[in-house]
């Protein structure tokens, strides 16, 4: 019996190290050649510093500071914790320090022509005027829809409102006798996020003819400013929407409903409104607990360095290099009137997707501080949010995708966990879009019916 028992452990021990080794092996494949193509990219985007920084400098008259080198010892973790600055855009390190070494080379070598800065200098005095400080880069698009916003004195976001039945014009939307909602989009979006979607579904709904819906495109989205002297910071977001809809429409009362990377927004503005908001809606909401090292967490989580699939591997070039990145918005942002009109010869229609239109009509500056400053970054901030929130009990509820592929799906239950009052709705079959599309009459109703239970609580 005893050699039975022997003879049989034998193969099962056998199986197990076997699948241990394939999956050993399997790993060890995959990880090669991510390895290899990361690097070679590191080594690349260290090579585009130095073009950009002498292609600024020869167009622009100066040549803007970027985030390649680590920090000046000057420069402390301090500074960044009061100006709202993400520690990724200092921390992303690099793998090979030849590159660094290859930079400093390269700028030593460029630098022995003593005259390069000064051949330029007065041929590009008149290029360094504000406008070029606030938007309009050489690299970037420079069509009316996208700097018609510097034509004005005190530019504000853009918002679309749209009105209860019993208003008749913008300029009354008040709140004394009807009930205001602030729609706020993800990154890379805009407020038709909700007005394609969501808003048509609305207005066909009775019970819905009281709200005053507010969309707004956040600042560097859509149609809104996207000035060169902001950092994009959360505090600069809401400094925003304060000055566009809040103070612009007078509401001294509200209702929120905010998509993804529009969720920390919205949680910081309700905690700062705390008296004034009356409920809080988050669709798909990035949340991950406050701890030490919680930036990188969310930049390893939800842009992790792969080749597979495609539009994760896009995503991680656009927030791990700098310039490789600013590339992409070149070839893509700044000619996305040619990308436009060569789709509607394509497939023949009058119209390109929204989504596609908002995602190539950000600026790479915007676009780049925005995801590092507010949705890597801002979500050290939620739960202190959701503390003050929760102690004034605001009502927050939360709908979350089963799989959603963009944020871990576990995150709305995860908050639920911390914060027990928060009510999660988990949709099963529904990604980080779909949570919204194609099931936008049941979201609309489940909208109105929070909204009616805050105002009779």
């Given at each position: 019996m005893v050699v039975a028992n022997m003879n049989t452990s034998l193969p099962l021990s056998s199986s197990f190290f076997l699948r241990k080794w394939t999956r050993n092996c399997t790993k060890n494949l995959i990880?090669?050649?991510?390895?290899?193509?990361?690097s070679y990219l590191d080594f690349l985007d260290s090579v585009f510093c130095v073009v950009y920084k002498y292609l600024d400098l020869l167009l622009e008259g100066e040549a803007p500071p970027c985030y390649c080198r680590s920090k000046n010892k000057s420069e402390t973790i301090n500074d960044d914790e009061e100006n709202g600055i993400s520690e990724t855009l200092h921390g992303r390190q690099k793998k090979l320090k030849e590159m660094?070494?290859?930079?400093?080379?390269?700028?030593?070598?460029?630098?022995?022509?003593?005259?390069?800065?000064?051949?330029?200098?007065?041929?590009?005095?008149?290029?360094?005027?504000?406008?070029?400080?606030?938007?309009?880069?050489?690299?970037?698009?420079?069509?009316?829809?996208?700097?018609?916003?510097?034509?004005?004195?005190?530019?504000?976001?853009?918002?679309v409102v749209k009105q209860s039945s019993s208003k008749d014009s913008k300029e009354n939307a008040n709140t004394n006798s009807s009930e205001n909602v602030i729609f706020i989009h993800g990154i890379l979006s805009s407020s038709s996020f909700w007005t394609k979607t969501l808003f048509p579904k609305l207005s066909e709904s009775?019970?819905?003819?009281?709200?005053?819906?507010?969309?707004?495109?956040?600042?560097?989205?859509?149609?809104?400013?996207?000035?060169?002297?902001?950092?994009?910071?959360?505090?600069?977001?809401v400094e925003w929407i304060e000055k566009s809809v809040l103070s612009q429409f007078g509401l001294n009362s509200f209702h929120l409903v905010a998509h993804s990377m529009g969720s920390i927004i919205a949680l910081a503005l309700a905690a700062k409104h705390s008296k004034s908001v009356k409920s809080i809606t988050l669709v798909a909401p990035p949340y991950f607990p406050s701890k030490d090292g919680v930036e990188f967490i969310v930049l390893n989580s939800l842009t992790?360095?792969?080749?597979?699939p495609p539009e994760t591997f896009l995503s991680s070039v656009m927030t791990w290099y700098e310039h490789l990145s600013r590339s992409v918005c070149f070839i893509l942002c700044r000619n996305h009137r040619t990308w436009e009109s060569l789709i509607k010869r394509l497939t023949g229609a009058r119209d390109v997707n929204f989504m596609f239109s908002d995602m190539i009509k950000i600026t790479h500056h915007s676009g780049w501080h925005t995801t590092h400053n507010v949705l890597y970054r801002g979500v050290k901030q939620m739960d202190k949010n959701l503390e003050i929130l929760m102690?004034?009990?605001?009502?927050?509820?939360v709908f979350m995708g089963t799989r959603d592929k963009s944020v871990p799906p576990d995150c709305g239950d995860k908050m639920k966990?911390?914060?027990?009052?928060?009510?999660?709705?988990?949709?099963?079959?529904?990604?980080?879009?779909?949570?919204?599309?194609?099931?936008?009459?049941?979201?609309?109703?489940?909208?109105?019916?929070?909204w009616k239970n805050s105002t009779s609580s």
């Open positions: 990880s090669a050649p991510n390895f290899l193509v990361f660094i070494d290859l930079i400093e080379f390269v700028e030593k070598l460029l630098n022995k022509n003593k005259g390069f800065e000064a051949a330029y200098c007065d041929f590009n005095n008149k290029k360094k005027l504000g406008i070029h400080r606030l938007g309009d880069r050489w690299s970037e698009c420079g069509c009316d829809s996208c700097i018609s916003w510097m034509k004005v004195d005190d530019p504000k976001l853009h918002v009775e019970k819905a003819n009281k709200y005053n819906m507010f969309a707004v495109d956040l600042l560097g989205h859509g149609r809104s400013p996207k000035p060169r002297d902001n950092l994009y910071t959360l505090k600069d977001h992790p360095k792969r080749l597979w102690k004034l009990r605001k009502k927050v509820h966990i911390k914060f027990p009052e928060v009510e999660v709705n988990n949709i099963p079959d529904a990604g980080h879009r779909s949570v919204l599309f194609n099931r936008e009459n049941v979201l609309a109703q489940d909208l109105i019916q929070i």
